[in-house]
């Protein structure tokens, strides 16, 4: 029964930790803040037009502020996010709310209550003043930081893959008030090998002493499941301090794409590998696909027909390049692409392109660089076999090569494979020439199918489309 409790408790301590990032718990000041500053910019600056045109805030404005309000608190967390994408984030849930807003205003007529001019300048100053409160807001974290007093100090147990991931992102992160000050692990450093230079406080054992002499408040437990037995006697070991506890998941929990539970039979399940497109998800992306899809071809369609005469013309084979991919759950999937060498390898081995590279045609280049070879792949989305947005297929003799080498790297097909991607849109686009470029690709193919939304795909659309012409890495 106190093994029960032991991991009920921890359950309770692993929920905790991830209700926010690491050091920014849902009781932080900056979770406070950001929760409620987009709602009152939105409410102020509804107000502050109102008094501009009309003198003053009537009742019809008080009850759209109340419905505002309910609509956009809490707010969601944007500081993890570039500012580029914090600003896409607030532009689209802007459009959506005033899309809802004006849409029941329109159908119950209340919008006749508000002046023309009092609704067009709201509706562009409201995200404007959204924007520079975001901005505002980052500026004025180091102060904030300092108001909180000093760091809290913080320890990690188990100098892994996984604990070594989480101390570079709180030594990384500005937004931190967390000192870290070291591992505790029983290994010897042999063993330790590769996970980079970071202060080791001890052993485990050691670990309780110390965290009563330094009054340690926080404490990762980066431990593999299989050391259950010890799990239970540190927590055992620690109900003498007054520190946090939290469970940093091993690769069993790291590695999940949404994890979630479910049922067979009866009995609860965690799923340890699913896709995040089932059910409602599943057919909203699907539906997505098809809408862009449809949307591009039809307007690329004129482009694509002079691609093709001009390939023709310039190198004798064929337009279309037909080459075997592996897609949905690793089965064969063939992928089209405007030939862009004057080679069609399709074979067991196959050479990725190379800067400078003999085989790229001269209309070849142009194509590779601007993307414009990748067009004839929303066909490919049409036929199911692609979508628009999703981790980018490789060769199939590239996919067994470092299927052997990277781990996890089959799990980004629990997806349709994408013409354009997370990876590629934050630099890793083009030649994976070394190991490590391509577990950098992998890695973030594997965050987007655990944080994918439909918010997330337009940004990534949205990316695209601005880094076509400027991206050096394409060739």
């Not at 008080?62 to 419905?67: A, D, G, P, R, Y």
């Not at 570079?168 to 450093?189: E, K």
């Amino acid at each position: 029964m106190a093994e029960i409790d032991d991991m009920q408790s921890a359950a309770v301590w692993r929920q905790n930790s991830e209700s926010g990032f690491i050091g920014l718990s849902k009781s932080n000041i900056f979770r406070v803040i950001e929760s409620a500053l987009d709602p009152l910019i939105l409410v102020f600056s509804l107000w502050a037009v109102a008094l501009y045109f009309e003198g003053a805030v009537r009742p019809p404005y008080l009850i759209l502020s109340v419905i505002v309000f309910s609509l956009t608190f809490p707010a969601s967390s944007r500081l993890r996010f570039s500012v580029e994408r914090m600003i896409f984030s607030i532009l689209f849930h802007w459009i959506w709310i005033a899309g809802l807003l004006m849409l029941v205003g329109y159908a119950t007529q209340y919008l006749q209550r508000f002046p023309v001019a009092v609704i067009i300048n709201w509706l562009w100053i409201a995200p404007l003043a959204q924007i520079g409160g975001g901005l505002a807001f980052r500026a004025a974290t180091p102060w904030l930081l300092k108001l909180k007093g000093i760091p809290r100090g913080a320890v990690i147990v188990g100098m892994n893959n996984q604990g070594v991931s989480l101390a570079r992102n709180i030594m990384g992160s500005i937004y931190s008030d967390i000192d870290l000050l070291g591992f505790f692990d029983d290994r010897n450093g042999e063993r330790r090998r590769g996970q980079g230079e970071h202060r080791l406080l001890g052993k485990i054992d050691e670990l309780v002493a110390y965290v009563k002499q330094h009054r340690i408040q926080f404490i990762y437990l980066s431990l593999p499941m299989i050391a259950r037995p010890r799990i239970l006697q540190i927590l055992d070991e620690l109900k003498d301090t007054t520190a946090s506890v939290y469970f940093v998941p091993d690769m069993f929990i790291t590695d999940l794409v949404q994890a979630r539970t479910d049922s067979v039979c009866g009995v609860t399940v965690i799923s340890v590998c699913d896709t995040p497109f089932r059910g409602f998800n599943g057919a909203l992306k699907r539906l997505s696909d098809i809408v862009l899809a449809l949307l591009v071809l039809a307007l690329v369609f004129p482009v694509m027909v002079i691609i093709t005469i001009m390939v023709k013309l310039d190198s004798p084979g064929p337009a279309i390049f037909r080459q075997h991919r592996y897609g949905l759950d690793g089965e064969h999937i063939v992928v089209y692409k405007f030939r862009s060498m004057a080679v069609t390898e399709n074979g067991e081995v196959i050479q990725q392109a190379r800067r400078n590279d003999l085989r790229v045609t001269r209309i070849g280049a142009f194509l590779r660089k601007t993307s414009l070879d990748e067009l004839p792949q929303f066909i490919n989305v049409l036929q199911g076999r692609m979508s628009v947005v999703g981790p980018r297929p490789h060769a199939v003799a590239h996919n067994e090569m470092y299927r052997t080498l990277i781990k996890g790297y089959m799990v980004r097909h629990k997806v349709r494979p994408g013409i354009t991607g997370w990876a590629q849109v934050n630099g890793q686009r083009g030649e994976t020439d070394t190991l490590e470029k391509m577990q950098a690709r992998i890695d973030l193919d594997l965050d987007y199918l655990r944080n994918w939304s439909l918010q997330l795909d337009i940004f990534i659309i949205l990316k695209t489309v601005r880094l076509v012409f400027r991206d050096s890495a394409a060739y």
